[in-house]
């Protein structure tokens, strides 16, 4: 068989599998084509998710008609004007966008020149270009993108439904709109708007927060906090949710190197790493983060959509944006997310407590009902304005009471006083009532204790510091497998860092002789037992600095205030201070929230008194 070179109608399909994915892709392209070309305003339209019919108009520079013949050639750009791939300024720059969306698709062009009193058009149909003609054209340029994929069947066979593509080309265009908020978006799809975001005023700063609350919302701007940092070569800003502000997976996240939307596997790891024991496995944090590099520290000509970059140093741009993430959530770090106001989360429970009793057979209904009789005065609406909601039982009470109010507090403890309030009560021997100016904290004891006996050991090995040990009256003996004690055993030097003495006894098993001071009384043997199995399962996955995160969590975990102890109220009280010293006490070890606070105004409103 003899080599040939392929026809140009062929490499550009060939190229078009590559870059043009699907008509979100299609539309990325030429959104950023239209920033480039220096829009104000975008106007995206879609007919069948962007398969039958994707339109993109802009008020830019426009193009004439001998442009306009060579933007549909293959490698034909103005965006290196100087020759140099390592200077790009610019969102574009191969010249493989538009010959590859006209390889499979009817493709359309019509576009007038600032300054012209005239417009052209040009189109081109499966990979034949046709001649430049007149048209029509108030100014900028319109794209128009007709029966995507229909030379290549099995592409468009594969294609999602039309919702689908919608939403993922609402999502792009939002993306781009998160890095360019001077500029207006508009998106309708099937004759509906589906986005419209306004030019932001104000300095870049300004404008970005502005354009971060229309696109994530105001839930997002509470619950987030601002990152900057910055050396000789990079710059890093934006917001991080706090810890308990999270999502099921990694769409929330945001990234941008130098204006250019991507979703690196450097970036999302250093954002993974940053909060590492301060969310919970399976969850993302939510955030907008924007990198400006120097173009010649950074190469985005090293994937075919342009999704992923190399740093010149990626060490430097990992360690600088964790550090960021982790100083950001140290200031806020015990914030914790916002919870909904008391009257929509009452509204959930009585609904759910509805759904309960009508599951209920008719007997069973009437057992609830005697029950709860002489409560049946406490019944209440929480709608306004008249309207009714569906009556409902109080559960029943328990016959036992587990709520300890607090005695009076000493002088030296009111001077104390900080953000969490004053320790006023404990119930069910688990949580904390605490009362501030303008609301009450629910702490769970253990969670927040967790964290904070977590962040000392942390402390004390930076300080490359040997915790407090105490001396076990009689040994501990703990039997183990084979490999979880040679598993162990290998990491006896970090653990005894960490106050806990294990040794080798005999050929299964490890004698404890010593525990960490701050611990107090523990069940040695499950300690031991839960190491040994995680660092088991752990094999070589996880880097050293990771393993010891989580072998301080696990015996954080153990040595904590347990949920069913009671507290006194000084107790109760030296715990809220703790807190308030303490980083990330937002949060336990495992992302969860260690406090709730609900604002008066909120009960006031459950009782209308607003």
Same mark, same amino acid.
């Given at each position: 068989?003899?080599?040939?070179?392929?026809?140009?109608n =062929?490499?550009?399909?060939?190229?078009?599998?590559?870059?043009?994915?699907?008509?979100?892709?299609?539309?990325?392209?030429?959104?950023? !084509?239209?920033i %480039?070309?220096?829009?104000?305003? #975008?106007?995206?339209?879609?007919?069948?998710?962007?398969?039958?019919?994707?339109?993109?108009?802009?008020?830019?520079?426009?193009?004439?008609?001998?442009?306009?013949?060579l933007?549909?050639?293959?490698?034909?750009?103005?965006?290196?004007?100087?020759?140099?791939?390592?200077?790009?300024?610019?969102?574009?720059?191969?010249?493989e966008?538009?010959?590859s969306?006209?390889?499979?698709?009817?493709?359309?062009?019509?576009?007038?020149e600032?300054?012209?009193?005239?417009?052209?058009?040009?189109?081109?149909?499966?990979?034949?270009?046709?001649?430049?003609?007149?048209?029509?054209?108030?100014?900028?340029?319109?794209? &128009?993108?007709?029966?995507?994929?229909?030379?290549?069947?099995?592409?468009?066979?594969?294609?999602?439904?039309?919702?689908s593509?919608?939403?993922?080309?609402?999502?792009?265009?939002?993306? #781009?709109?998160?890095a360019?908020?001077?500029i207006?978006?508009?998106?309708?799809?099937?004759?509906?708007?589906?986005?419209?975001?306004?030019a932001?005023?104000?300095?870049?700063?300004?404008?970005?927060?502005q354009?971060?609350?229309?696109?994530?919302?105001?839930?997002?701007?509470?619950?987030?906090?601002?990152?900057?940092?910055?050396?000789?070569?990079?710059?890093?800003?934006?917001?991080?949710?706090?810890?308990?502000?999270?999502?099921?997976?990694?769409?929330?996240?945001?990234?941008?190197?130098?204006?250019?939307? *991507?979703?690196?596997?450097? #970036?999302?790891?250093?954002?993974?790493?940053?909060?590492?024991?301060?969310?919970?496995?399976?969850?993302?944090?939510?955030?907008?983060?924007?990198?400006?590099?120097?173009?010649?520290?950074?190469?985005v000509?090293?994937?075919?959509?342009?999704?992923?970059?190399?740093?010149f140093?990626?060490?430097?741009?990992?360690?600088?944006?964790?550090?960021?993430i982790?100083?950001?959530?140290?200031?806020?770090? @015990?914030?914790?997310?916002?919870? %909904?106001?008391?009257?929509?989360?009452?509204?959930?429970?009585?609904?759910?407590?509805?759904?309960?009793?009508?599951?209920?057979?008719?007997?069973?209904e009437?057992?609830? /009902?005697?029950?709860?009789?002489?409560?049946?005065?406490?019944?209440?609406?929480?709608?306004?304005?008249? @309207?009714?909601t569906?009556?409902i039982?109080?559960?029943?009470?328990?016959?036992?009471?587990?709520?300890?109010?607090?005695?009076?507090?000493?002088?030296?403890?009111?001077?104390?006083?900080?953000?969490?309030?004053?320790?006023k009560?404990q119930?069910? !021997?688990?949580?904390?009532?605490s009362?501030?100016?303008?609301?009450?904290?629910?702490?769970?004891?253990?969670?927040?204790?967790?964290r904070?006996?977590?962040?000392?050991?942390?402390?004390?090995?930076?300080?490359?510091? +040997?915790?407090?040990?105490?001396?076990?009256?009689?040994?501990?003996v703990?039997?183990?497998? =084979?490999? &979880?004690?040679?598993?162990?055993?290998?990491?006896?030097?970090?653990?005894? %860092?960490?106050g806990?003495s294990?040794? &080798?006894?005999?050929?299964?098993?490890?004698? *404890?002789?010593?525990i960490?001071?701050?611990?107090?009384?523990?069940?040695?043997?499950?300690?031991?037992?839960?190491?040994?199995?995680?660092?088991?399962?752990?094999?070589?996955?996880?880097?050293?600095?990771?393993?010891i995160?989580?072998?301080?969590?696990?015996?954080?975990?153990?040595?904590?205030? +347990?949920?069913g102890?009671?507290?006194?109220?000084?107790?109760?009280?030296? =715990?809220?201070?703790?807190m308030? /010293?303490?980083?990330h006490?937002?949060?336990?070890?495992?992302?969860?929230?260690?406090?709730v606070?609900?604002?008066?105004?909120?009960?006031?409103?459950?009782?209308? @008194?607003?």
């Amino acid at each position: 068989m003899n080599i040939r070179v392929l026809p140009s109608n =062929l490499i550009n399909q060939i190229a078009a599998g590559e870059v043009i994915e699907r008509p979100a892709s299609a539309l990325k392209e030429l959104v950023e !084509n239209a920033i %480039d070309a220096g829009a104000q305003k #975008i106007e995206v339209t879609l007919t069948g998710g962007g398969k039958n019919v994707l339109t993109v108009t802009d008020d830019g520079c426009g193009m004439s008609p001998e442009e306009l013949a060579l933007a549909v050639e293959r490698h034909a750009t103005s965006k290196l004007p100087d020759n140099d791939l390592f200077q790009i300024n610019f969102l574009g720059f191969r010249g493989e966008a538009l010959p590859s969306i006209g390889s499979v698709s009817r493709l359309s062009i019509a576009s007038r020149e600032k300054g012209s009193s005239e417009g052209w058009k040009i189109s081109v149909e499966g990979g034949v270009k046709n001649a430049v003609e007149p048209a029509a054209i108030s100014g900028g340029t319109r794209i &128009e993108v007709r029966d995507l994929f229909y030379t290549t069947p099995a592409r468009l066979k594969f294609l999602k439904a039309d919702a689908s593509e919608t939403a993922q080309c609402v999502d792009m265009l939002q993306r #781009i709109a998160l890095a360019n908020p001077h500029i207006s978006f508009y998106l309708f799809s099937d004759g509906k708007k589906k986005l419209a975001l306004n030019a932001c005023d104000g300095d870049v700063v300004e404008a970005r927060r502005q354009r971060i609350a229309d696109v994530l919302g105001a839930e997002f701007k509470e619950n987030s906090v601002p990152i900057t940092a910055q050396n000789e070569f990079c710059d890093i800003s934006g917001f991080v949710s706090v810890p308990t502000y999270n999502k099921a997976n990694s769409l929330s996240e945001f990234l941008f190197v130098n204006n250019r939307p *991507v979703r690196d596997k450097l #970036i999302l790891g250093a954002i993974k790493g940053a909060y590492q024991d301060l969310i919970m496995a399976g969850r993302y944090p939510a955030c907008v983060i924007y990198i400006h590099v120097n173009p010649r520290y950074v190469d985005v000509n090293v994937h075919p959509t342009k999704a992923e970059v190399r740093f010149f140093d990626n060490n430097s741009v990992r360690g600088l944006l964790v550090g960021a993430i982790r100083n950001a959530l140290s200031v806020g770090g @015990r914030h914790s997310a916002e919870t %909904d106001g008391l009257e929509h989360l009452l509204a959930q429970q009585i609904m759910a407590e509805t759904a309960r009793l009508n599951s209920v057979s008719l007997g069973a209904e009437q057992s609830v /009902r005697e029950n709860h009789k002489e409560f049946s005065r406490l019944q209440m609406p929480l709608s306004k304005h008249g @309207r009714n909601t569906p009556p409902i039982s109080l559960p029943t009470l328990e016959s036992q009471y587990s709520v300890r109010v607090a005695e009076a507090p000493a002088a030296e403890t009111l001077e104390q006083v900080g953000e969490l309030g004053l320790a006023k009560a404990q119930f069910h !021997n688990t949580y904390i009532i605490s009362q501030t100016e303008d609301s009450i904290v629910i702490i769970d004891q253990h969670a927040a204790h967790e964290r904070i006996t977590m962040e000392r050991m942390l402390q004390s090995m930076e300080k490359h510091e +040997r915790m407090a040990s105490q001396m076990l009256l009689i040994p501990e003996v703990v039997d183990l497998s =084979l490999l &979880e004690k040679e598993n162990i055993l290998e990491y006896a030097s970090t653990l005894a %860092d960490l106050g806990l003495s294990v040794e &080798e006894f005999g050929p299964q098993a490890v004698l *404890v002789r010593e525990i960490p001071a701050l611990l107090g009384n523990i069940e040695v043997k499950k300690l031991i037992k839960d190491l040994a199995a995680e660092i088991s399962e752990w094999g070589s996955a996880y880097a050293l600095n990771d393993k010891i995160h989580h072998i301080c969590a696990t015996i954080a975990c153990h040595g904590s205030v +347990r949920a069913g102890r009671a507290l006194n109220i000084e107790e109760m009280n030296r =715990l809220l201070r703790d807190m308030e /010293r303490t980083e990330h006490s937002g949060q336990c070890n495992h992302g969860r929230p260690t406090y709730v606070k609900i604002k008066l105004a909120d009960i006031e409103k459950l009782f209308e @008194r607003r």
